[in-house]
Structures are given as C-alpha cells and as structure tokens.
C-alpha cells in the first residue's frame, strides 16, 4: 500500500459546496510523493511534468486511478506504467527512475 503525499496545499478541497469550489479551486502539487508503507522507497511522480504534457482527464479519468486517493503498487504500475508502456516513452521498469 502507498500513501500519498501532496506537496502542495489546496484551496478550497474541502467546501462541500459547489459555489465555494468554484470560487477557490484545488492548486495542483508541482510533486507528489508516493510512500511505500512495505519499505520500498518512495515514488516521486513529477505532477507538473506531467501538466504540460497531457490533459487532467489523462490520468484524473482513468480507468486505474484510485477514487478513494488509495494507492498500492498495482494501481500506480497500472495507472503510470501501463501509460508509459502504451506511449513507449519514460520509465517502464524499476531502475530507481520513479523509487528514489
């Protein structure tokens, strides 16, 4: 199991209501670090890397993306592997290129 950890604060996250997420959207963390909780090291997927290149929904709507923010290593090898594999480009295997 992974935990994640956000490295940006979000403004706004938590208003339940529609108005007030609007009015103060999510800022987007420039990294995010998986942790590892089975003592592998933690993954650190550059978010705004990424942000340039592809579209929110990419990842965001996905059919592996968590929707409960629950990562395991299943997910994340599904979600960014199996896009680095399908586009042949970045990481696909673990050399240390995502667990540093």
Do not use: Y
């Amino acid at each position: 199991m992974l935990l994640l950890q956000n490295t940006a604060a979000h403004g706004g996250a938590e208003d339940s209501t529609a108005k007030k997420a609007a009015d103060h959207p999510p800022v987007a963390p420039s990294v995010i670090v998986l942790k590892s909780v089975s003592g592998k090291r933690p993954a650190i997927f550059p978010h705004a890397k990424h942000q340039t290149r592809h579209d929110c929904d990419t990842c965001h709507k996905n059919e592996n993306f968590p929707r409960d923010k629950k990562w395991d290593l299943k997910t994340g090898h599904a979600l960014c592997m199996g896009c680095h594999k399908a586009k042949n480009e970045g990481p696909t295997k673990c050399n240390n290129a995502c667990h540093q």
